[in-house]
């Protein structure tokens, strides 16, 4: 979806007009002076169809026209003194602030010149202050002024997320340096705001062009100081293969493997977060054998689980996400584990009983965290573990098409003489074990099992 290099000022502004909102207020009386503004007139430059449009009014009793048309009433989102007014129409989003200054100061202490084009409705004019149509042409990413920044840290993550998002734009060098210089404000925003901007980066297709950026301007060791202690790590081991370094190229084939392996995007996240925190526990864990002459992390995967926790619930990721991110990080070794020439089918079963729906989010962290290492590069060993992650995704279809019947549960557990608590859940677990191994086939075969379980249990 690229810029037209000779579209007029007429044609953007035929674009603006024709949109299904600005047809509706063609016939409504508008009292005040009305300006369509932001990202909606980059993106039909761009000939993208916007989902949100943000207007700027003189007249605050003007917002009314604007419920009218949509049918919906406005609600306030935002802090003290600045009021957003929002309406929300079907899957569209309408952002109304009523402006408190001249027009000329409204667009300069935005964000960036290509979100700082405006449009005045009554006069049909448009009005490009900064130079953004010329940035949106040579698509560039570049702030207005070093002071809206610091009015608000976010706009510098907001930046590599426009890079991330929007096809072949890249961020001004000037923009670059003032978020090496002001990366440290990051701090002040609200993590729910941080975590928005990320969960797009992250599944965007130049997400590691993103971190990378995030990398060398220091802004993602204000995010995530814990990954800082990775960077420290491979500098002062000297370490062959780096991990943080080996982290972050794990994202060059995030999005490349997700379709092979039928991931979406929002399972595309969950897996960009597990490789991001997945070997957080290595700087806590490291050795190194003088014998072997060789280095280990010995149950750094439990360690990286426990940081990677501490960092979600503190940028307030949702329940389910914690558990998802969590189980990927516990589990990232096992499929490297159980790679061989001669991987039993027994072993690929127990993988997919295991995960369960989570199967395809193993093997593509699997796949990054294994191409991260190898620098994309194929060899006897990754053959090796390309060949059981497609001999497992090809377990968890079946898996899907006929999942294994539960043989027992609970209750027939207690009617043998099992008393309620742990035990219940773990010799239940241990049936369902060699249920998938062949070991147990039928009800008979669980029950049985079962009662040599309990009177172990009771030794």
């Known amino acids: 979806m690229g810029f037209e290099m000779t579209l007029s000022i007429d044609q953007i502004k035929d674009k603006i007009r024709s949109t299904r909102l600005l047809k509706g207020l063609r016939d409504k009386a508008i009292k005040g002076d009305a300006y369509l503004v932001g990202g909606s007139i980059r993106e039909l430059c761009l000939s993208a169809i916007p989902k949100d449009y943000d207007f700027v009014l003189t007249h605050e009793e003007d917002i009314g ?3 009218e048309l949509a049918g919906n009433h406005s609600f306030v989102i935002g802090k003290k003194p600045i009021h957003t007014y929002r309406i929300v129409k079907d899957d569209i ?19 960036f010149t290509i979100n700082a084009i405006a449009y005045d409705i009554k006069n049909d004019a448009l009005i490009d202050m900064v130079g953004g149509l010329d940035d949106i042409k040579k698509r560039i990413i570049r702030h207005i002024r070093k002071e809206n920044l610091i009015d608000d840290p976010l706009r510098m993550l907001k930046a590599v997320r426009h890079f991330a998002t929007l096809d072949d734009f890249k961020i001004h ?5 003032a978020i090496f210089e002001l990366k440290g404000h990051i701090k002040k925003v609200a993590q729910e705001r941080i975590k928005y901007e990320l969960d797009q980066i992250i599944a965007s297709q130049r997400g590691f062009d993103a971190i990378k950026i995030m990398e060398s301007t220091g802004l993602l060791f204000e995010l995530f100081p814990e990954l800082y ?3 420290k790590l491979d500098e002062e081991k000297r370490l062959k293969l780096e991990t943080l370094g080996h982290t972050i190229d794990g994202f060059r084939y995030l999005t490349q493997y997700s379709s092979i392996y039928s991931v979406d995007k929002k399972g595309i996240q969950m897996v960009g977060y597990a490789l991001l925190f997945h070997d957080l526990g290595k700087a806590q864990t490291f050795s190194y054998d003088d014998d072997k002459k060789a280095v280990h992390f010995y149950y750094h995967e439990r360690f990286s689980e426990e940081m990677a926790t501490a960092i979600m619930e503190r940028m307030r990721f949702s329940s389910q996400e914690i558990k998802t991110i969590k189980t990927l990080i516990k589990n990232h070794m096992r499929i490297f584990l159980i790679s061989s020439n001669d991987t039993t089918e027994r072993a690929i079963r127990r993988v997919v009983f295991k995960m369960g729906e989570l199967t395809p989010l193993l093997i593509l962290l699997t796949i990054c965290d294994m191409y991260g290492s190898s620098g994309g590069e194929d060899n006897e060993s990754t053959e090796q573990v390309r060949a059981v992650c497609d001999g497992i995704f090809e377990g968890f279809k079946k898996w899907q098409e006929e999942p294994l019947p539960r043989l027992i549960n609970g209750y027939d557990l207690i ?3 099992f008393k309620e608590g742990p035990p219940v859940g773990r010799c239940l677990m241990e049936i369902q074990e060699r249920q998938v191994s062949g070991e147990i086939r039928d009800r008979d075969d669980a029950i049985e099992y079962a009662k ?8």
């Open 415 to 417: 009617s043998i003489g």
């Open 93 to 111: 989003n309408i952002d109304i602030n009523v402006m408190d200054t001249t027009l000329d100061e409204d667009i300069k202490r935005r964000d």
């Open 229 to 231: 202690e990775l960077k």
């Open 173 to 177: 060098d000037g923009l670059m340096d």
């Open 452 to 459: 040599k379980w309990l009177t172990q249990l009771q030794k």
């Open 65 to 67: 026209v604007f419920e």
